[in-house]
């Protein structure tokens, strides 16, 4: 009878394109890194599930809800900050700070925000703590997955546990759309089943998404689904901090009693608190998300041993290589930490590629923070008419008509005074069903609280002060009803037709 060959056993050119996935089972560890990966969860979580309930006066009539995304009135509110439309740069500014402090930490520390602070890996953390309250730890839960025949009681367990799961996901789904709805006025219409279809959906759509990459997918949406593991060596350096064993230290391995082995006792530990199945011995690789567990998983076993820990740490390929240089000529199983600990170096933090990102980065924050303080209340644009261009009246002047937009960022509605410059004494203008005249006889406009407002603008030029020129130049300005700067201002032409 001949045997199939596995997948490893077939030659490069034969092996199949799709392999089964191999299903991790990671063991708990507790630590240094695994408490620092708790706090981040409680905190990333605690932000994402209780902002929206945080309340901010805005005044009468306004939202006051901290941070909403309305998309009826097509505003951002976050705090005291309200993003119109039309400011969307501001979003795309903070997508590219985000960006680069992404850049930055990963040539620092490596994939330091995939192991801590990636959604998918938070969330996955979260299921993960749940699996192991309900079925038990790594040993329990392959042992129940072995089984042919399940218990009533190994059916519970995996009942309750997908229950649990979608609990989660579910509130999660609640919570995102909680940026886009008032969250109190959300939950009552939860209470009383009276929940608008779209927002039904939107909640499904993040459950599903949430318990299905949460939950089953895990390790694979950070190997295969996730751009970020294909491109991040770009940004690293020989300086830069990533998750690596000391094969100076470890090498070669053996038992523990044997004195011309290394540290390492090949007990595997390293590789079952991987959350994504990864052997950190066989060097930095594009499945290992940069979690750290693997140290806390090391540091037990050494110190059990009555080893040193930092057989797997955060270090440097600089460092690597020094202590491995000065640990080349000792013989194998000799102890090789002082020599191997005194080759290190301090890394370099400041060098040209961390000054570039944070150059980088204080550019476009300076940018922001200047666009933010010099922005205007109410802004003004001007939409000439296309369809005539300008219409000749009976005594041969010409007149142009314009569209104002206001739009006004303040809370309350207010009466501006319009004055156009730039054309030859003898012009007028007047807007069409305007509020009136102000005290200087230039035509008011009225602007909408938080709002845009439109009115209709007529320039009129007689025939004995037209310009020479086909187009002229023409600023348009919103004053104060008493005069004094103003507020808001827009360029345009004024057209007549050819001497």
């Known amino acids: 009878m001949t045997s199939i060959p596995s997948p490893e056993q077939l030659a490069p050119e034969e092996q199949?394109?799709?392999?089964?996935r191999k299903r991790v089972y990671p063991q708990a560890v507790r630590g240094p890194v695994r408490r620092v990966k708790w706090a981040v969860l409680i905190l990333c979580l605690g932000l994402y599930y209780l902002l929206p309930w945080l309340r901010w006066d805005r005044g009468p009539g306004m939202p006051d809800q901290a941070v909403l995304v309305d998309m009826a009135q097509g505003r951002l509110f976050f705090f005291w900050l309200e993003i119109w439309p039309q400011e969307v740069y501001y979003l795309t500014g903070l997508l590219v700070l985000g960006a680069i402090a992404i850049f930055a930490a990963t040539s620092v520390a490596g994939r330091v925000w995939?192991?801590?602070?990636?959604p998918q890996t938070v969330w996955t953390d979260l299921f993960m703590l749940v699996e192991r309250w309900i079925e038990g730890d790594r040993?329990?839960?392959?042992?129940?997955?072995?089984?042919?025949?399940?218990?009533w009681e190994d059916r519970g367990r995996k009942a309750a546990k997908h229950a649990a799961w979608l609990f989660i996901a579910q509130a999660t789904g609640g919570a995102w759309v909680n940026y886009f709805n008032d969250a109190p006025t959300l939950f009552l219409q939860f209470l009383h089943v009276e929940v608008p279809l779209g927002v039904l959906g939107c909640m499904a759509l993040f459950t599903f998404t949430?318990?299905?990459?949460?939950?089953?997918?895990?390790?694979?949406?950070?190997?295969?689904?996730?751009?970020?593991?294909?491109?991040?060596?770009?940004?690293?350096?020989?300086?830069s901090f990533v998750v690596a064993y000391r094969a100076w230290r470890g090498e070669t391995r053996g038992k523990a009693k044997d004195p011309k082995a290394g540290d390492c006792v090949d007990c595997g530990a390293c590789v079952h608190a991987c959350p994504t199945g990864v052997d950190i011995r066989d060097g930095y690789q594009m499945g290992c998300i940069g979690c750290g567990?693997?140290?806390?998983?090391?540091?037990?076993?050494?110190r059990k041993l009555g080893r040193a820990p930092g057989l797997i740490a955060f270090e440097t390929d600089v460092n690597l290589a020094a202590s491995a240089a000065a640990t080349s000529a000792l013989p194998p199983g000799e102890a090789r930490l002082a020599p191997g600990m005194a080759a290190r170096r301090i890394p370099r933090l400041i060098r040209p590629r961390s000054l570039m990102y944070a150059g980088v980065a204080c550019v476009v924050a300076a940018l922001m923070v200047f666009g933010l303080a010099t922005r205007q209340e109410v802004a003004l644009d001007v939409l000439r008419d296309r369809q005539p261009v300008y219409v000749r009246l009976s005594d041969g002047g010409i007149r142009n008509g314009y569209a104002l937009k206001l739009s006004d960022r303040r809370h309350a509605s207010a009466q501006l005074a319009v004055q156009v410059e730039g054309l030859p004494r003898g012009a007028s203008w007047q807007v069409l069903d305007g509020p009136g005249l102000d005290a200087a006889g230039r035509p008011l406009v009225a602007t909408q609280a938080d709002g845009v407002a439109e009115w209709r603008l007529l320039v009129t030029l007689p025939a004995a002060a037209l310009p020479p020129a086909e187009s002229t130049p023409v600023t348009i300005r919103l004053l104060p009803p008493g005069g004094g700067h103003a507020l808001a201002s827009s360029a345009t032409v004024f057209l007549r037709p050819k001497p």
């Not at 949430?210 to 690293?236: D, H, I, K, N």
């Not at 567990?293 to 050494?302: E, H, Q």
Request: charged share 25%; hydrophobic share 40%.
């Open 139 to 151: 040993n329990a839960r392959m042992r129940r997955d072995r089984k042919k025949v399940w218990s």
């Open 114 to 118: 995939c192991g801590f602070a990636c």
């Open 16 to 20: 199949p394109l799709y392999a089964p």
């Open 293 to 302: 567990l693997c140290i806390d998983a090391c540091d037990d076993i050494m």
């Open 210 to 239: 949430t318990y299905l990459l949460a939950g089953w997918a895990r390790e694979q949406v950070c190997t295969y689904m996730c751009p970020w593991p294909r491109f991040q060596s770009a940004m690293l350096d020989a300086d």
